[in-house]
C-alpha cells in the first residue's frame, strides 16, 4: 500500500488582525487611564507546522550535485499571516539509496541538511529525497501553480522516521512545459530538474 498522498492544498490563506484601544480618563478625574498597545511583545520564534519547498535537484551519474543544486522552503504556522522562516537549504551531504520497497519511486537520496539561521529547526526537515510516479491526485495544485501542461516527474520527501510523502512534481524545462516526457527507465536521467511542491507538507514530530 502506498502511503505518500496529503490532501491537496490550493492556497492557505490567514488573516492577521489586532484590536487597539485606550481609556482616556476625564480631565481632572482620578481615574485609572489603561492602554492596550498595538505592539505584541517578543516571543519566542514559534515552530511551524508546515513547510513547501522548492529549487532546483541537479543529477550527475545518479547522484545529487551538491554544489549545483539548490532548495529552499516557506514554512507555516496555523493561523497565522506569517511566516514562521524562510530560506535557503544547503544540501551538505547525499547518497544515492535503495527504492523503499513498493514506492514508484525512480530515484531516492539519502540527503543532510545546513538550513537557514532564521530556521534553525530545519537541520532535520529531510532525511531523503526522490523523483518518481506522478500522481493525477495533484492535479489541482498543478493548475494552481500554472504547470497544467506539465509531463514530469512526482517529488517524493521524507524525514527520519515520519511518513513518506509525495508533495509536488520535479522535471526538466522541457518537461514542465509539457514538451517532453519523463524516462519510464530508473533511475532519473542525469539532468537539471526544478521541483516545486504543490501540497504543504507536516512539519516533522520533534
Excluded: K
Excluded at 543544486?69 to 499571516?81: F, K, M, P, V, W
Excluded at 541538511?113 to 532535520?124: R, S, T, V
Aim: contains cysteine; hydrophobic residues 40%; negative net charge.
Amino acid at each position: 500500500m502506498r502511503n505518500v498522498f496529503i490532501p491537496i492544498a490550493a492556497a492557505l490563506v490567514a488573516c492577521g488582525s489586532y484590536d487597539q484601544a485606550s481609556v482616556d480618563a476625564p480631565r481632572g478625574s482620578d481615574a485609572t487611564v489603561e492602554y492596550t498597545s498595538t505592539t505584541d511583545p517578543p516571543t519566542a520564534p514559534a515552530t511551524p507546522d508546515s513547510y513547501s519547498l522548492h529549487g532546483t535537484i541537479v543529477v550527475v551519474d545518479g547522484s545529487i550535485d551538491l554544489a549545483e543544486t539548490a532548495l529552499s522552503i516557506d514554512t507555516y504556522i496555523e493561523g497565522s499571516a506569517a511566516e514562521a522562516c524562510a530560506g535557503a537549504l544547503t544540501i551538505t551531504a547525499s547518497a544515492t539509496e535503495a527504492i523503499p520497497n513498493g514506492e514508484p519511486i525512480d530515484s531516492w537520496w539519502s540527503i543532510q541538511l545546513a538550513p537557514p539561521p532564521e530556521c534553525e529547526d530545519a537541520a532535520n526537515l529531510l532525511s531523503h529525497l526522490g523523483l518518481g510516479a506522478y500522481d493525477a491526485r495533484l492535479d489541482v495544485g498543478l493548475a494552481a501553480h500554472g504547470l497544467s501542461d506539465a509531463t514530469a516527474y512526482g517529488l517524493y520527501t521524507q524525514a527520519e522516521g515520519e511518513p513518506l510523502w509525495l508533495v509536488g512534481v520535479g522535471g526538466t524545462e522541457d518537461q514542465l512545459a509539457g514538451l517532453a516526457s519523463p524516462d519510464p527507465a530508473a533511475p532519473v536521467p542525469d539532468g537539471r530538474y526544478e521541483v516545486q511542491a504543490l501540497v504543504l507538507t507536516p512539519w516533522p514530530s520533534p
